[in-house]
Nanobody, 123 residues
Framework: VQLQASGGGLVQVGDSLRLSCAAS???????VGWFRQTPGQEREFVAA????????DYAASVKGRFTISRDNAENTVHLQMNTLQPEDTAVYYC??????????????????WGQGTQVTVSS
């Protein structure tokens, strides 16, 4: 599976941004997620959505502000980010995991990655 992330950009504090991730083929059997990374830091879990759409999980730092969604008909995944803060500044990566994994919080558990899209929140 090839993943293509898009939608990043430069925004102001409090603004919203919607990231998209297009998959090269059917990902309905995959758990999908978003991670983010800043220079010198490990890739950090942001959000995940189960293959059947029944379960979501978010990092505590984004819960209530970010929403992950998927459109299996279009093979796309979205991350709606509201009330953005400077600490949200990072490169955001979409990812896909075949089935499920109890280790989904860890980047090493994911099978496929997009190329990343930069989000910069300016104060």
């Amino acid at each position: 599976v090839q993943l293509q992330a898009s939608g990043g950009g430069l925004v102001q504090v409090g603004d919203s941004l919607r990231l998209s991730c297009a998959a090269s083929r059917d990902i309905s059997a995959y758990t999908v997620g978003w991670f983010r990374q800043t220079p010198g830091q490990e890739r950090e879990f942001v959000a995940a959505l189960s293959w059947n759409g029944g379960t979501t999980d978010y990092a505590a730092s984004v819960k209530g502000r970010f929403t992950i969604s998927r459109d299996n008909a279009e093979n796309t995944v979205h991350l709606q980010m509201n009330t953005l803060q400077p600490e949200d500044t990072a490169v955001y990566y979409c990812a896909a995991l075949l089935g499920t994994s109890s280790r989904y919080l860890y980047a090493g558990a994911w099978n496929f990655w997009g190329q990343g899209t930069q989000v910069t929140v300016s104060s």
